[in-house]
């Protein structure tokens, strides 16, 4: 007989009873696990004592906002982050997924459409669990099942979607990604970004790699995208 399969357990960080009720309603009715938490510190709590396939974190939170408890999330757990706020300015959009939200959703919102964008953002994270061969770019090595990135033998930290871009690059030496289609290979789904968010988040890629004293990686073709340099790329086995 198979075993039957554990649901994905989200965790709903709001402080609004009725949000969180509403949205667990939705998301039970789909056949998901869900947690609470109302506020910033129940949330990192529950973040480290528990396993969490996706975190649902509103902005606006007591003790600790959603800014930092997203920070904090990241030094710990990869686990996908979908922002839910009622504030919709761009910068706001630029900063949470800067500090590695996977995902935006703006107040008023449909709950359907957020149960939308969970399943989307879940198997988006469940692709990029795939393994593959590690990559090799002069002196610096990818490892796709083991998530890492090292520049000279020592260990690169990059966020999620830093390791994404990086690896989604590296995998097609050579070829041209427009911004649009980063955004839909690396943030999934119907994303309500910016393209300048790609920028910002190569920015800060090349930056980490040539501190770290990696060779030149990432070349910008203009009016276009990116594309990752054809030279001292090698997959190996």
């Known amino acids: 007989m198979q ?15 009725r949000i969180r009720e509403i949205l667990r309603k939705y ?3 789909e056949g998901f696990g869900v947690g609470e938490a109302a506020d ?4 990192l709590a529950e973040i480290r004592s528990g ?3 996706l975190v649902i974190l509103d902005i606006m939170l007591p003790k600790i906002d959603g800014w930092e408890v997203c920070r904090e999330i990241r030094q710990i757990s990869d686990v996908p982050i979908l922002m839910l706020t009622a504030r919709g300015d ?5 900063l949470g997924l800067e500090l590695g939200a996977d995902d935006y959703i703006v107040k008023p919102f449909s709950p359907r459409e957020v149960v939308a964008r969970v399943k989307a953002v879940l198997r988006r994270a469940r692709k990029s669990l795939t393994p593959g061969k590690q ?5 610096v090595v990818i490892e796709p099942e083991a998530r890492t990135v090292t520049v000279g ?4 930290a990059l966020t999620p979607k830093e390791f994404d871009l990086l690896l989604t690059l590296a995998r097609s030496p050579g070829k041209v990604f427009r911004r649009e289609e980063l955004l839909d290979l690396v943030w999934g789904y119907d994303f309500y970004g910016d393209s300048r968010t790609v920028d910002t988040h190569i920015a800060r890629l090349r930056e980490k790699l040539n501190q770290a004293g990696a060779p ?6 203009w009016g276009v995208g990116y594309k990752l340099e054809v030279r001292n790329a090698e997959h190996s086995g």
């Open 3 to 17: 075993a039957k399969t554990e649901p994905a357990r989200i965790l709903i960080v709001d402080d609004e009873h």
């Open 216 to 221: 030149p990686l990432i070349a910008t073709v």
């Open 51 to 53: 396993h969490w396939d």
């Open 90 to 94: 761009e910068i706001d959009r630029v």
């Open 135 to 139: 990559i090799v770019l002069g002196n």
């Open 40 to 43: 910033g510190e129940a949330a």
């Open 153 to 156: 033998g020592k260990t690169l």
């Open 27 to 29: 998301l039970v009715a």
